[in-house]
């Protein structure tokens, strides 16, 4: 196998991260909900108008703390697309929740908000889009179906923040929403997310969970003079240095932005001609998206086709990755009866995705060297894996 010269991902970083690292052990507050993490929520809250905004140690815990605020019981039904991370839904059937897969649009890759009300029963309690790509949902669709049938939304937004959708950030539109901080997203701190509500009726409550099932956050605000254990909770708050490294990366929003948007847009200007004459389909996005350049995929016209290619990338040391396979055809996903033909489309284009290298320090020349090694394959041409 040939040795690897251009990964995958390579997660990037500004600079300052050490220096906020160092100023953060130097303040001696090590564990959460100190000077950064303070900082980056208000940022957060400022730059997505979004009222309320809490790290966490993940996008996963974030789910879960979702789950938890909407007293998700045991045969609730919570609809989410099939084509997404497991952690979109597990976070709900580790609440005792049945998963309803939803299939996705052939153009985004995103939940067919067409076949949403067909889902809904007396069961259904929430509806989680998953804004692949960081590509926003029909949201104003979403919202009025969810609206009807008195639902919550909880946006899985781990790869859009800073994206929008007519104008308005993405993460703003359902009760809650997630992002997520891991190394493989546009900004890191290794492994991070954080919870975003806009609805009030959980801000407390939220505090609550976080901090262990404590009102620990009213103690510390002076508001009550002892603290005690009040709700069910868990342990949702990242160390300050994570926080430290975070603030970093978000002050560093337009930079990063800008690194991969160049990567975007060069892959994008130079592989549509051998994509239209290959039948290759590159990313689709919406006039009303405005996305955060997470990533770039190419749908072949077939599983073996996808193969070949992955196979002709690697042998010229180029990562590529496919992703994810469909949740409803997982061994957890047939435990509820789904079958092959359920959603057709999902299981389609999760055999002829392929992504591309995708990082902030991605050089021109390497650029060139992706570009030029994937207009070295032909579809039809390429030998058989
Ligand atoms: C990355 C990702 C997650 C999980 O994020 P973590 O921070 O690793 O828990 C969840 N949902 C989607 C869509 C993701 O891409």
Redesign the pocket.
Known sequence: MAEIKIPFNKPGMTGREQTYMADALQRGHLSGDGYYTKLCNRRLETELGVSKVMLTT??????EMSALLLDIQPGDEVIVPSF?????INAFVLRGAKPIFADIRPDTLNLDENQLESLITEKTRAIVP???AGVGCDMDTIGQIAARHNLAVVE?D??GLFARYKGKPLGSFGQMA?V???E??NFICG???ALLINDPAFFERAEIIREKGTNRGRFFRGQVDKYTWVDVGSSYLPAEVLAAFLYAQLEAREEITAKRKRVFEFYQENLAGWAAANGVRLPVVPEDCEQPYHMFYLLFPSLEERQSFIGHMRSKGIQTSFHYLPLHLSDMGRRWGYREGDCPVTEKLSDCLVRLPFFNELTQDQLEEVAETVQAFSVGLAPRV
């Open positions: 993940s996008c996963t815990h974030a789910l997404t991370f497991v952690s979109s998953v804004h692949y899985d781990a790869q997630t997520s901080f891991h493989t997203k492994e991070g997310g």
